[in-house]
């Protein structure tokens, strides 16, 4: 029966979800069971094509990138795939609708990283648009159950949501991004490279598209609500702790948010939640 297959599609997403980024499958939990599974089938997605790009040195990325795009454009048309990941994927956009221009636009930026850039502003812009606003828009439509007036409404809130996440993660994984993949992404550093006031400039950045983000953040269903303010949380703790770090320290480690911690955040926004703080 397809149902099995579609059932362990979604399964296959989860195990992706779980093994590549723990701190985000654990705010997948704290979703409504209704569309946890279209979660994880997003980040299936994008968790793959991130991995050709950053991962795969010793295979033509390119080459298997554009098979990655055909095979996703033709199990969305075709409403099924024989990639378990892509299947549920293809679930996903089909049920909420999920715009293809929002799926075009982030392999756009996936394909960027196939070359290094000296990224300007407008390139750094086009990148986090593709990479990480529109993976926001994608879930809003699952979180808003692709109602359009109410993604409408949450639509900016979103993009803002998700710029501020990736500057956090391009903040925290320099080290790996310089060393690893010979990437920066942050514009006009040029050959002087980071200073503290270039540092100090992009955090307040970030800070300020956190605080745009939580006025839409409070206006999702509650069905959704929860789950993101727990992932908002743990990544203003984590700007919070970049900080108090000094460039070196972000080039010597990756910053990170101990587990004890992290059970300590979850506890209290959970707190919040139930006594209707948010």
Do not use: W
């Amino acid at each position: 029966m397809k149902t099995l297959y579609d059932k362990y599609s979604f399964l296959a997403s989860k195990y992706v979800t779980r093994t590549y980024s723990t701190s985000f499958f654990h705010g997948v939990m704290f979703l409504d069971k209704k569309i946890r599974k279209d979660i994880h089938a997003i980040y299936g997605f994008v968790r793959l094509a991130d991995e050709i790009v950053d991962s795969f040195h010793d295979y033509p990325k390119r080459e298997l990138l554009n098979e990655f795009k055909k095979d996703t454009y033709r199990a969305i048309d075709a409403k099924i795939s024989l990639n378990p990941v892509l299947h549920a994927f293809q679930l996903t956009v089909n049920k909420y609708e999920i715009d293809r221009e929002l799926i075009d636009q982030f392999l756009h930026s996936m394909e960027m990283d196939l070359n290094p850039h000296d990224y300007n502003q407008d390139l750094y812009e086009e990148y986090i648009l593709g990479s990480a606003e529109v993976v926001g828009l994608m879930c809003l439509k699952v979180f808003v159950y692709g109602k359009k007036d109410k993604y409408a409404e949450l639509k900016p809130y979103a993009m803002k949501l998700g710029s501020a996440f990736q500057k956090v993660n391009f903040l925290r994984d320099l080290k790996d991004d310089v060393e690893g993949l010979g990437r920066v992404y942050f514009p006009n550093i040029g050959d002087k490279g980071f200073t503290p006031e270039s540092k100090k400039q992009i955090e307040q950045e970030i800070q300020e598209e956190f605080n745009e983000a939580f006025t839409g953040i409070i206006r999702l269903p509650k069905s959704s609500r929860f789950g993101v303010y727990v992932s908002y949380v743990y990544y203003t703790k984590l700007l919070a702790k970049i900080k108090r770090r000094s460039i070196s320290d972000l080039m010597s480690s990756r910053i990170r948010v101990s587990n004890k911690r992290k059970a300590m955040l979850f506890a209290t926004s959970y707190f919040r939640n139930t006594i209707n703080l948010l």
